[in-house]
């Protein structure tokens, strides 16, 4: 059963649209704030299939994760009690922030520049960073390097592999596809553990 590679598929032609750069804008904003899907998912095709322009790529989803991060730090500041604790009890995510909390109260501003590779998702460590009232400037710097490591990278390999990494993605397609999905149950149950 071929799921994956139609989903790649579709990925790659919607990284050629002639607004792409503006939906991969606009989706590492929302995700630093509230949406489930990290621009990721968007970054590696397009750089994939315009590899000069990958670093371009990786600039604006970083930029533009920043700010969706300055913005989910505000909610967090100025909203947490009224408006975000309710939803975020009720989408399941209690556990995630109290952990993300946790880990801000130990390691500080380190914890946001970890936040970039985090399993758990930006979202939680920017409205956290809001809720614990964390030094605004550092939050910035450490977002900006921590985001950036992680986009930079993405484009670099996708850039660095081109068209013979894009040949080997569409052959190994499935195969990786589920075995994200078989980390990700397992990730679960280790941070849920």
């Known amino acids: 059963m071929k799921i994956f590679q139609p989903c790649y598929d579709m ?12 939906y991969l ?23 994939l299939s315009q590899p000069n322009r990958a670093w ?7 930029l533009t994760s920043v700010l969706g991060g300055i913005a989910g730090y505000m909610l967090g500041y100025f909203t947490f009690e009224a408006w975000l604790e309710p939803i975020i009890m009720s989408a399941g995510y209690a556990d995630k922030l109290a952990t993300a ?4 109260e130990q390691y500080g501003v380190w914890i946001v520049f970890l936040a970039g590779f985090s399993p758990i998702p930006y979202k939680v460590f920017t409205i ?3 809720v614990l009232q964390m030094a605004f400037l550092p939050f910035i710097v450490a977002s900006a390097i921590g985001r950036g490591a992680r986009f930079f990278l993405v484009a670099g390999l996708m850039r660095w592999g081109g068209a013979p990494m ?11 596809g ?7 149950i397992l990730a679960y149950f280790f941070v849920k553990g």
């Open 166 to 176: 894009e040949a080997k993605l569409r052959q190994y397609v499935e195969v990786l």
């Open 178 to 184: 589920w075995a994200v999905i078989a980390l990700a």
């Open 25 to 47: 804008g606009g989706l590492s904003f929302a995700e630093s704030m509230f949406f489930p899907i990290p621009p990721d998912v968007m970054l590696a095709p397009m750089s």
């Open 128 to 130: 956290s960073a809001g």
């Open 56 to 62: 371009y790529f990786a600039m604006l989803t970083t």
């Open 101 to 104: 909390m946790g880990w801000f």
């Open 11 to 22: 990925a790659l032609r919607w990284s050629r649209h002639r607004h792409a750069s503006r």
